[in-house]
């Protein structure tokens, strides 16, 4: 008999014992990407701070993919997107893409941006297939050839579009 393994997503502590390797991962992978580039991580501190929704999904309570939602008012960041190289290529990314538009859908949320690296083709191409566009840069982003500023209008599904 082939039991499925159950993924569940759902708000989390970035800083729990369980979780705080997903982010360590996530940094030395960009840093391995961008040898060269001068990135400064998100910290635990910015994390945690209430604007913030940090969203893991568990395998069988195993976490193995985390993202996080920045509320800066007229528009949500999606931050420190991360899938488990062991996962990758499942449609994780997907599914936790849509786990944290939902989240920015039901928060009220209807802008969301999100900066990447031209190095990350697959995420370049997650994110073109989910419907996001390139914008300018924003916040604290700055014109850089490496990174790459993308934006999404969120319809809400109750709503017929306009």
Known sequence: MNIRPILHF???DPGAPDVLPLIQQLDGYLTEL????????VSLEELRRPNVTFLTARVDGTPVA???CVDHGDYVEVKRMYVLPACRGLGLGKQL??????HIRD???HVVRLETGTAQAEALELYGRAGYRRCPPFSDHRANPQSI????VL???HRPAE
């Open 34 to 41: 961008y040898p060269t580039a001068n990135i400064q991580p």
């Open 155 to 157: 319809h809400d599904p």
């Open 10 to 12: 759902a708000v989390d």
């Open 66 to 68: 985390c993202g996080a």
């Open 107 to 109: 928060s009220g949320g």
């Open 149 to 152: 500023c993308m934006e999404k």
């Open 97 to 102: 893409l849509e786990a944290l538009e939902r």
